[in-house]
C-alpha cells in the first residue's frame, strides 16, 4: 500500500540557518505530493504541493520539488525563522485513492533565536 | 469565517466508556474526514463522509468504531468500550462540495486519553 517516510525529528537550527526535512513515499500510479504544517494549538494547514513529476511546490520560502526518480519530496528553506517552528507532515494523495491522504509521521522544527 | 471546530479538544475516558468527538466543517462544506495519529505515528485516514452518508470507511476498525454526518449539526465520531490502545490525536478535515484534497482544511485535533 501507499506510504510515506519522513526523518525524525526534533530538528533544532538556528534563525537564519538552512532547512532541509526529508521525504520519500511509496505509491502505485502517479500520486499528488503535499507538505502541511501544524503550528502549536492549532490544525494543519496546507503549505505546499505538487502534482506531477519535477513540479516545484513553494509558499513562504518553502520548497519541495517532486522527484520521481527518487521518490522524494524533501522540503527546504533557505533562512528559518523562529515562527517557522511546528510540526511539519509530508502526504501523498494516489491517483486511485479518492480523497484520503496518507501522511508521514511528521517532523517536528525547533528554531531558536 | 471560522475554521474547522472540534470539541471535545482534549477527552479522557476509563476503559469501557464511550468517546464521543464532534466536528463542525467550515461553513458551506459539506465533506467531512477523519483521521487518527496514534502516538510517534502518522495520521492515517479513518474515514469520509458528506451529508448523511459514508462515502468511504476504509480506515475504520471494524468493531466498536462509527461515524456520522446528519443533515443537522456536527460530524461524531463513536467508539464504544474504548481501550487504552484507542489513545491517539483524532483530526477532522471539511472540504467543499467540489474539493480535491488540497481544499481539506483540518481542525485542531482531540486527544483522547483512555485511562
Known amino acids: 500500500g501507499d506510504s510515506v517516510t519522513q526523518m525524525e525529528g526534533p530538528v533544532t537550527l538556528s534563525e537564519e540557518a538552512f532547512l532541509t526535512i526529508n521525504c520519500t513515499y511509496t505509491?502505485?500510479?502517479?500520486?499528488?505530493l503535499f507538505w502541511y504544517v501544524q503550528y502549536p494549538g492549532e490544525g494543519l494547514q496546507l503549505l505546499l504541493k505538487?502534482?506531477?513529476?519535477?513540479d516545484k511546490g513553494s509558499n513562504k520560502g518553502f520548497e519541495a520539488t517532486y522527484r520521481k526518480e527518487t521518490t522524494s519530496f524533501h522540503l527546504e528553506k533557505g533562512s528559518v525563522q523562529v515562527s517557522d517552528s511546528a510540526v511539519y507532515f509530508c502526504?501523498?494523495?494516489?491517483?486511485?485513492?479518492?480523497?484520503?491522504?496518507?501522511f508521514g509521521g511528521g517532523t517536528r522544527l525547533m528554531v531558536k533565536p | 469565517n471560522a475554521g474547522v471546530m472540534q470539541n471535545p479538544r482534549h477527552l479522557v475516558r476509563r476503559r469501557g466508556q464511550e468517546a464521543r468527538l464532534r466536528c463542525s466543517p467550515m461553513?458551506?462544506?459539506?465533506?467531512v474526514y477523519w483521521y487518527r495519529q496514534l502516538p510517534e505515528e502518522g495520521l492515517k485516514f479513518m474515514v469520509y463522509l458528506q451529508k448523511e452518508n459514508i462515502i468511504d470507511e476504509s480506515g475504520m476498525p471494524k468493531e466498536r468504531f462509527s461515524a456520522e454526518f446528519p443533515k443537522e449539526g456536527p460530524s461524531i465520531l463513536r467508539i464504544q468500550q474504548v481501550v487504552r490502545g484507542d489513545s491517539a490525536a483524532y483530526f477532522c478535515?471539511?472540504?467543499?462540495?467540489?474539493?480535491?484534497?488540497?481544499?481539506?482544511?483540518f481542525g485542531p485535533g482531540t486527544r483522547l486519553t483512555v485511562l
Open positions: 502526504a501523498l494523495r494516489s491517483d486511485n485513492a479518492g480523497n484520503m491522504l496518507t
Open positions: 478535515a471539511s472540504s467543499p462540495q467540489q474539493g480535491g484534497p488540497d481544499t481539506q482544511y
Open positions: 505509491a502505485t500510479g502517479y500520486p499528488s
Open positions: 461553513k458551506g462544506h459539506s465533506h
Open positions: 505538487a502534482t506531477k513529476a519535477d
